[in-house]
């Protein structure tokens, strides 16, 4: 009598089921990992913007008041929601700028959030 080795229909199935498992995983994995990228992409853009904010207030040489300011600003076709808080330092000829830059769907949750200063002109405010 000959011995035949092979597997039998019940291994050939928990194979398959271990198999369906590890895929589902992976896909999962994959698709959380895209998700994350493109949330990495929108706050890497979020914090450019708000350095351009800082920058463009530096390069005009503004003296803004202190308090608080809000906004929305287009660029390149994404919109994006801002605030800005303006406060004052211990050095009178310097102010603080915070610039955070929201999403569109919560008004709560910060994208980026930027801080920079800002030089009072050699003449005084503008």
Known sequence: MRCVRGFT????????AIIAVALGALLRATGLAADNGEGMKRRMQAAWEAQNMIALMQARREWPEVGEQAGE????????????VI??????????????????????????EMTGYLRMNAGGGS
């Open 9 to 16: 229909l019940f291994e050939v199935l928990v194979a398959l």
């Open 73 to 84: 600003l287009e660029d390149d076709g994404a919109r994006w929601r801002w605030q800005r």
């Open 87 to 112: 406060s004052q330092t211990p050095n009178p000829n310097f102010r603080k700028v915070v610039v955070r830059v929201l999403a569109q769907s919560d008004s709560r949750y910060v994208l980026a």
